[in-house]
């Protein structure tokens, strides 16, 4: 197979999101909700692997055997807030209904005036926090493989150009310096941690009745830069309402050398913790389509 076949193959998928994301922005957020139907039945019935994923999970978090409604219903909200985040990309902020909780946590860390990590997942929306940031005038970057979703993130950079300079890269050999300069200019820095940024350092911790596998990146970054890390989680709750959660899950100040391991293990672990709490209360947020306890499928 040459490489500008899937050169050709993958431009056709660009243009293909790009008309798509448009007839979405100009017939309106309910009907493009109504077109996503279709879209997800198509691959509910014909995405194998992804399927089986999604049943296990919810066989876990819902506590019984998952039904064809369940699985669909997790497809579902996953193309509803994939489909949110451009309207959020277009600042159509005011489409949505978001609630805050932790706000005198934020009020601190702002007070304080310096930058902090915001701990995520892949779980309800990231894309969410644009509307508080812009409220509050904070600056967030996000560090992402941009090789992950490469063709939406096209897209995405192509509806609002400013994104590319909120991303920070990883792998590349000024990853950690762009992180240090951000925070060092009070900016705040989203890190998704349900996902390796690195080939070591990963944590095996309980996750919804199994141990999985965590990495430890985000806290050793803290450690390095002395920074605090803060729980982000931002839930979909149907319709047009979001919720934002904000809880201070790590603090890296007072921390010794030979406790940075234990620390980090802690700090992992009450992630984890927190991170079910939320799947528990939001079951069909996550948005992991794989086999998240099998470290081999990542």
């Known amino acids: 197979m040459s490489q500008g076949w899937l050169d050709q193959r993958e431009r056709g998928s660009v243009i293909g999101i790009r008309l798509i ?50 699985v669909f219903r997790h497809y579902f909200t996953f193309a509803t807030v994939a489909l949110d985040r451009f309207f959020l990309l277009k600042d159509r902020y005011e489409l949505f209904s978001t609630e805050v909780h932790g ?40 560090v992402m493989y941009e090789d992950n979703a490469k063709m939406v993130n096209t897209v995405a950079k192509a509806i609002n150009p400013a994104l590319a300079n909120l991303v920070i890269p990883l792998g590349r050999f000024d990853s950690m310096f762009k992180v240090y300069e951000r925070l060092q200019a009070s900016a705040w820095v989203g890190v998704l941690g349900d996902r390796a940024l690195d080939q070591e350092g990963q944590v095996r911790v309980p996750f919804l009745g199994e141990a999985a596998d965590f990495p430890s990146a985000p806290f050793r970054i803290a450690l390095m830069l002395k920074r605090p890390v803060v729980l982000m989680v931002g839930l979909y709750r149907g ?29 992992v672990r009450a992630y984890a913790v927190r991170l079910e709490h939320c799947c528990r209360s939001a079951p069909y947020n996550w948005f992991n389509f794989y086999d998240f306890w099998d470290g081999s499928s990542h």
Do not use: M, W
């Open 21 to 70: 994301v448009g007839l979405a922005l100009l017939l309106g957020r309910r009907v493009a909700r109504l077109l996503l139907i279709p879209v997800c039945v198509y691959f509910l019935l014909f995405s194998v692997k992804a399927r089986a994923a999604s049943r296990k999970y919810l066989a876990r978090v819902l506590g019984r055997k998952a039904r064809f409604t369940d």
């Open 103 to 142: 706000q005198d946590l934020l009020d601190d860390v702002l007070a304080r005036g310096q930058g902090c990590l915001l701990l995520g997942a892949h779980l309800g929306s990231f894309e969410i926090l644009r509307a508080l940031g812009t409220e509050h005038q904070i600056e967030v970057g996000l």
């Open 239 to 267: 319709g047009n309402r979001y919720e934002l959660y904000f809880e201070k899950l790590f603090e890296p100040d007072g921390v010794e050398r030979s406790a940075r391991a234990g620390a980090i293990e802690d700090a």
